[in-house]
């Protein structure tokens, strides 16, 4: 019966994880608009955190709470479902042409991201060490190669944004070359009303309930893991790729999937490889800083090497032409359909 509340309990905190999470999205969201920010900015902003943000506090709760095992084997066993059934789902759906700047640069990044994490983890190899340890020294590490990366993709938006202002300047200039009527564009002034101070702080409110939600799901979910690990006779390993990574994963699929419905394939690319790097970077880095990660089981060395070999072969399948075929996208789901097998056979 304890053990039956348990799976029950974990599911309302999945439950929990993942609306909280949506409620944080909605609400940044309509924060950004209120203030005008550009939907890249959001995206890069909001979205990005909000969608990982179950990630973020569940590692935290885990690392707190002892269970180091569950916060490298969630965020690689994310990771790995984000790149394999995600992607792979949506290529079968419709095959992916992506921007070549994503595919040659960003894609390479995630690669180094996870042969960053794989050195860092490996403190016992060729060492007197005796303990594989991410430390707060390390933490600080994969921060500041996740303060590069953001630097990286807000350099190239504001790139991106001069190249089109100056199109836009050019086709002005030529048009008054030839005669035509130009309008001017008018700047628009904000000024904030009652009505949007009244906005701004309903979605602050309900973006703290949203934060809550996801902080509270996150301490049922590991406590009630950890139960049924137990009771079950498995590593936490398993149980936090083999179903917490799922789970957990499922913002990004909804956001994925409605970005492929609106045709917008680059936001869905993009929302993907820029989750692994946030997980990667960023969550193991502040969850790492907040306490040191002791690693106990060293399978999940087998496990960051599956996610440094699916990095690889992403960048592979994009390496001559920047798209990703069904077949291509069938391969991924098969990677990971045999690496759970694997996972469900070594428990």
């Known amino acids: 019966m304890e053990i039956l509340l348990s799976g029950i309990l974990m599911v309302v905190g999945l439950v929990m994880l993942v609306k909280g999470a949506d409620i944080f999205v909605d609400a940044g969201s309509n924060i950004g608009r209120i203030f005008k920010i550009s939907e890249i900015v959001i995206g890069l902003t909001f979205v990005c955190i909000g969608t990982s943000?179950?990630?973020?506090?569940?590692?935290?709760?885990a690392s707190l709470d002892n269970n180091a095992d569950f916060v490298i084997?969630?965020?690689?066993?994310?990771?790995?479902?984000?790149?394999?059934?995600?992607?792979?789902?949506i290529c079968l759906m419709n095959p992916l042409k992506i921007l070549r700047e994503t595919a040659r640069k960003d894609m390479k990044m995630s690669l180094l991201s996870s042969v960053i994490?794989?050195?860092?983890?490996?403190?016992?190899?060729?060492?007197?060490?005796?303990?594989?340890?991410?430390?707060?020294?390390d933490g600080i590490i994969l921060l500041l190669f996740f303060a590069i990366f953001m630097y990286y993709t807000l350099y190239e938006f504001g790139e991106y944004l001069r190249d089109r202002r100056e199109k836009k300047y050019r086709e002005k200039m030529e048009k008054k070359a030839r005669g035509e009527e130009v309008s001017e564009e008018k700047k628009e002034q904000r000024i904030f009303t009652v009505k949007d101070i009244k906005a701004l702080c309903k979605n602050f409110i309900i973006g703290i309930i949203g934060a809550i939600l996801v902080y509270v799901g996150a301490e049922v979910v590991?406590?009630?893991?950890?139960?049924?690990?137990?009771?079950?006779?498995?590593?936490?390993?398993?149980?936090s790729i083999a179903i917490i990574a799922v789970g957990t994963s499922l913002p990004e699929?909804?956001?994925?999937?409605?970005?492929?419905?609106?045709?917008?394939?680059?936001?869905?690319?993009?929302?993907?490889?820029g989750s692994n790097m946030f997980?990667?970077?960023?969550?193991?880095?502040?969850?790492?800083?907040?306490?040191?990660?002791?690693?106990?089981?060293?399978?999940?060395?087998?496990?960051?090497?599956?996610?440094?070999?699916?990095?690889?072969?992403?960048?592979?399948?994009?390496?001559?032409?920047?798209?990703?075929?069904?077949?291509?996208?069938?391969?991924?789901?098969?990677?990971?359909?045999?690496?759970i097998a694997y996972v469900i056979f070594r428990r």
């Open 53 to 61: 943000l179950p990630e973020l506090l569940l590692s935290i709760t």
């Open 73 to 89: 084997g969630n965020i690689v066993g994310t990771n790995i479902f984000n790149m394999c059934c995600i992607l792979g789902m």
């Open 117 to 137: 994490l794989l050195v860092l983890l490996m403190d016992t190899f060729g060492t007197t060490l005796e303990d594989n340890i991410i430390s707060r020294t």
């Open 222 to 239: 590991v406590n009630n893991a950890v139960v049924i690990a137990r009771y079950f006779n498995v590593s936490q390993t398993f149980i």
């Open 253 to 273: 699929i909804t956001t994925s999937i409605a970005a492929v419905k609106k045709n917008r394939i680059n936001i869905a690319i993009g929302n993907l490889i």
């Open 279 to 339: 997980n990667t970077l960023f969550v193991i880095g502040t969850a790492a800083i907040v306490k040191p990660i002791k690693l106990s089981d060293t399978t999940l060395f087998i496990d960051c090497g599956v996610f440094i070999l699916v990095s690889l072969v992403m960048v592979l399948f994009t390496k001559r032409k920047p798209e990703i075929s069904r077949p291509q996208g069938l391969t991924l789901i098969s990677i990971y359909i045999v690496y």
